[in-house]
């Protein structure tokens, strides 16, 4: 299992083999062989179509020109019509069939890139940044899908007509032939040499890419910080900055394909040359016919013109490994959160929590919980309470299975929840966290989150009950108003207000209600309070508490300082010990209450 615990996916060293990771590919591919059978059927014929022309040329020359038979010629002709009308049939079906099953591996990619990214737990998202992770979905498989579709059609294509064209210039002449294979293994070799390159500085410019997109994901999700802050030249020379290095990457493969290509082709056309000098002795000799030399510098054309085209793809296959490694490094790592073997599914749940000598870090000697134990009655409903970093809202993620403990366990209803089916094991919890965060989409579309099978009127008497039904009727479109991104466009009040009725629709058994810090209008304030009342009855709530009023309600106040429940109790039996919660009293509820009645 790899650790997470980083803050760029990039700065991982992790290397497979070339051929590890096309077999991973030829993996992806297998699934729809048939329809490559079928484009190498129609590739085949259509090579070979191909290199009919340069043949028919030759009769020209030597039969037509010299005989003056313009009868054959009109033959020759009509054949050649015939044959780039098949050739062209067959190249369409070639093309469909080879894009088609290249378009379906990418998208499997894609699929299980993202199914894999899901299964992560909160501390893989934690430390890694989410426009990296845009990077590899776009960019990376992007480079792939180039590579596994018009790439893929071209190396087939182009490795066919050379085969078929090499071994008709061989029956023409094979010592004119040799003048064109002394330069394979020099430029082979030499195209290996710069592979290595295109590879290096491949990876390189994507990382780059991956960072200016860190930058800008990052800008846009706290745009308003950044206009507050009036730091829009700051964050504009930031993103020139990380585009600059992506550009100067890119230079830097630029050369390298600057000096390749032309080296290529001089090989390529020099070879070309000497067969034109050697070959018009051959003629002059009379040991080879004008038409023959011609067809076979066509051939040789068609040779050197796909070679320096394979030579290219070589480079585009060089760099859709660099991104296929980074792809394939996510796609085999495993996920640090996994369902045991035999997990189990909890068809009813009472609603007992248990933290049972429960310590928690989340890095390495530096615990955050130290051996904690609480038990929550089902139906019960207790407040934690403790200063910033105390380590509430890490209890809040462990009760989920978010994280796991290092020691000790947490129960639910008397099963660690490691034997639980994590899907399972959420759907019995509803989380209302202290900043709401809704979808982009409709208010119908957020609150049925909650349930996707919930009615109509299901959803409608959740969103009553959550006294948001009154505010959305009065909106123009009602329960199909756009939110807009994270729900900007709705107040906070009824942000809160649909995040409850999405609770209220789950009904869960168990809630994790984390109290939202800000004020609002004593109308609002009211309104969610009164929701939230209704969503915690015949509920086992856990609640991290910032309000006296939020407080009062519950059965009990655990009061959480440095990883440990130093008091439990009710709010007067605290009050009378005179520790930490009624300091905590004086300096925090108390004066919430106060700006909470003063905003009002």
């Known amino acids: 299992m790899r650790n997470f615990r980083r803050r760029r996916l990039s700065q991982e060293v992790f290397t497979p083999d070339v051929p590890v990771q096309w077999r991973r590919l030829v993996s992806y591919i297998r699934p729809y062989l048939g329809w490559l059978a079928i484009a190498i059927v129609a590739l085949v014929m259509s090579s070979v179509l191909g290199l009919v022309f340069p043949a028919v040329i030759q009769q020209v020359v030597d039969s037509v020109l010299e005989q003056r038979d313009l009868a054959l010629l009109d033959q020759i002709t009509l054949l050649l019509l015939a044959v780039f009308l098949l050739r062209s049939l067959t190249s369409l079906v070639e093309t469909y069939a080879t894009n088609y099953a290249g378009e379906r591996v990418v998208m499997d990619i894609r699929v299980a890139l993202y199914n894999r990214l899901l299964s992560f737990s909160l501390g893989f998202f934690a430390n890694t940044r989410v426009g990296e992770l845009i990077s590899r979905m776009s960019n990376d498989v992007g480079r792939m899908q180039s590579a596994l579709t018009s790439s893929l059609t071209q190396l087939l294509s182009q490795s066919l007509t050379m085969v078929g064209a090499i071994t008709i210039m061989f029956v023409i002449n094979w010592r004119l032939s040799l003048f064109i294979l002394v330069m394979v293994p020099i430029t082979v070799f030499v195209s290996l040499f710069f592979g290595l390159g295109f590879r290096r500085y491949s990876e390189r410019v994507q990382e780059r890419i991956a960072e200016a997109t860190i930058v800008a994901e990052e800008v846009f999700q706290n745009i308003r910080e950044v206009k507050s802050f009036a730091r829009e030249p700051y964050e504009k020379g930031r993103y020139r900055g990380a585009i600059q290095e992506a550009f100067d990457a890119t230079v830097k493969l630029l050369r390298i394909r600057a000096v390749f290509g032309p080296f290529v082709a001089f090989m390529g056309f020099g070879g070309l040359s000497l067969v034109l000098w050697f070959g018009g002795r051959e003629v002059l000799d009379g040991r080879l016919t004008g038409g023959a030399l011609i067809s076979f510098l066509i051939y040789g054309l068609t040779v050197a013109a796909n070679f320096a085209s394979l030579v290219r793809l070589y480079a585009t296959f060089q760099e859709a490994l660099g991104a296929s490694k ?33 310590r928690f870090a989340y890095e390495e000697d530096l615990d955050v919980l130290h051996d904690i134990s609480l038990d929550v009655a089902p139906g019960e409903i207790v407040a934690l309470v403790g200063p910033s970093g105390s380590g509430k809202s890490t209890i809040f993620n462990l009760i989920p299975r978010f994280y796991d403990v290092q020691h000790g366990a947490v129960r639910v209803d008397g099963t660690d929840v490691r034997e639980i089916a994590q899907e399972s094991l959420r759907e019995h919890i509803g989380i209302v966290p202290q900043e709401t965060l809704l979808f982009g989409g409709t208010i119908r579309d957020n609150i049925l989150y909650g349930r996707l099978d919930a009615s109509e009127d299901e959803m409608m008497a959740a969103a009553a009950a959550a006294n948001a039904h009154e505010f959305i009727m009065a909106l123009p479109k009602q329960y199909d108003t756009l939110v807009g991104e994270r729900g900007v466009k709705l107040s906070g009040g009824q942000r809160q207000r649909v995040a409850i009725a999405r609770a209220i629709l789950k009904d869960p058994r168990i809630l994790l209600l984390d109290e939202a810090t800000s004020s609002l209008d004593n109308e609002s304030e009211h309104l969610v309070q009164e929701a939230l009342g209704r969503l915690m009855q015949d509920r086992t709530t856990l609640i991290i508490a910032h309000r006296l009023s939020t407080v009062r309600v519950a059965h009990r106040i655990a009061v959480i300082e440095a990883g440990n429940i130093v008091e439990l109790g009710t709010h007067d039996e605290l009050m009378a010990n005179n520790g930490l919660y009624a300091r905590l009293y004086d300096m925090q509820f108390r004066n919430a209450d106060l700006l909470a009645t003063e905003a009002n």
């Open 326 to 358: 980074r792809v394939f490094y996510l796609l085999d790592s495993a996920p640090d959160v996994e369902d045991a073997p035999n997990a189990q599914h909890l068809n009813r749940v009472e609603g007992r929590i248990t933290l049972d000598n429960a």
